[in-house]
């Protein structure tokens, strides 16, 4: 289902994180669960998973995540506002010290002269830290290969919070 590559990455960082104690929770939309898949993938993760939202609607967003209506309104749902929020919805809603969301247009269809297949917006969030954001652009590589990088800069922007997350910050 995963490739090595995801898996690889996936395992790294679920053992980052069982050593230093931390939990993750994800906030979904375009990749539609693909970063809870991978990680729960491995056997073993559920001490370090602790939750994910498939948030993949805006009532989605709002309902289950907090995510004020005015802010997909105003910024839509694929924008650095939203991913953040996503991200801090994610932590406030759960038990997890690290949550990390994913918003953007994977295409096919979809995009437009602002927001083009490819522009995904991602967004880490640490409990009492700050929220980190990364855009990408990775153009119009196909639905699975944007959700793909996706996921794997997703487990990046994770193993970054986790190392900058000591025990003692909690």
Known sequence: ?????VLLAARRLLELCRAQGLHIV???????????GALTEIAGSSDVVERGFITYSNEAKIEMLGVAADLISY???VSEEVARAMAEGAL?????????AITGVAGPGGGSAEKPVGLVHLACAARGGATR???R????LGRSQIRRKSVLVAFAMLENAAALTSPASR
Do not use: P, Q
């Not at 652009?137 to 119009?140: L, Q, S």
């Open 1 to 5: 289902m995963f490739d090595e590559t």
């Open 26 to 36: 994800t906030a979904e939309s375009c990749t539609g669960g693909l970063v809870a």
């Open 75 to 77: 910024h839509g749902a």
């Open 92 to 100: 406030a809603h759960s038990r997890a010290e690290l949550a990390v």
């Open 133 to 135: 954001h990364e855009l």
């Open 137 to 140: 652009k990775f153009g119009d």
